[in-house]
């Protein structure tokens, strides 16, 4: 099987990022590591200043518990929060650390993803590893 899954997690539906948690279980052997990424998408300039100043360190603290939560569950498991915009910093985060295995939830695709594409759109094309896409 798998020895380095990543899952990224997007906090939009629990019933998707269940669904990837129990196929990483599935692929991974009783030493793979599992990482849980999410990646926090940078705030425009504009909106910032509409925010409390504490906005990203409060943000950022919030979803790594939700990760730290998730990864408990797992065998060898941790959470990472990152910044940057999603589709690219997978990839990267992927390439970076070695991952054989992407596990990433979709979404029913709509008329704006088949003008720009989703984010596991761009994963599934440019992964360097194998990607497991769950609808």
Known sequence: MYKNILVPIAFDSDAKAEAAL??????????????????????????????????????????QAELDA???????????????????????????????MIVIASHRPGMGDMLIGSTATQVVRHAKCGVHVLR
């Open 22 to 63: 129990a196929v990483a279980r599935r692929l991974a052997d009783d030493d793979s590591d599992i990482t849980l990424l999410h990646v926090m998408e940078q705030v425009p300039g504009y909106a910032i200043s509409y925010l409390p100043p504490d906005y990203r360190a409060q943000s950022h603290a919030a979803v």
């Open 70 to 100: 998730l990864a408990a569950r797992l065998d060898h498991a941790r959470g990472i929060v990152v910044e940057g915009h999603s589709g690219r910093t997978i990839l990267d985060y992927a390439e970076k650390n070695g991952s054989d």
